[in-house]
């Protein structure tokens, strides 16, 4: 089991950024796929990015393509989420996850392919 802590959220103003950081512990990081998904409130918890073990890979939700990118650092047992131009929209809970399925560009953006989770960091972005 990977223990995964997000870090990074707070408040900022439309066309603003931030950077939301995961922190992985226990199990072996440089093997797994880690993502990124979200909760608005009221909404059901969407994926917002992913990224392979190697880094080489990634995959985005449409709403976020040419703003937000993923990467990782497997020395550091970390993957980081540059969230660019963000709008209200995009205001919600965002939380980390890892897979330990193998990657698959068809399954890496379904909730069900994520073995362990964090407990989330909050993204609120005013107009």
């Not at 439309?14 to 950077?19: D, I």
């Not at 199990?27 to 409130?41: E, H, K, N, P, V």
């Not at 809970?93 to 890496?108: E, G, H, N």
Request: charged share 15%.
């Amino acid at each position: 089991q990977v223990h995964l802590v997000e870090s990074g959220g707070g408040l900022v103003q439309a066309g603003g950024s931030l950077r939301l950081s995961c922190a992985a512990s226990g199990g072996t990081f440089s093997s797994i796929t880690m993502g990124w998904f979200r909760q608005a409130l009221g909404k059901e918890r969407e994926f917002v990015a992913a990224v392979h073990w190697s880094g080489g890979r990634t995959a985005y939700a449409d709403s976020v393509k040419g703003r937000f990118t993923i990467s990782r650092d497997n020395a550091q047992n970390a993957v980081y989420l540059q969230m660019n131009n963000l709008t209200p929209e995009d205001t919600a809970v965002y939380y980390c996850a890892a897979s330990r399925s193998r990657w698959l560009y068809s399954q890496v953006a379904q909730n069900s392919e994520y073995d362990d989770w964090g407990q989330g960091t909050q993204v609120t972005v005013s107009s």
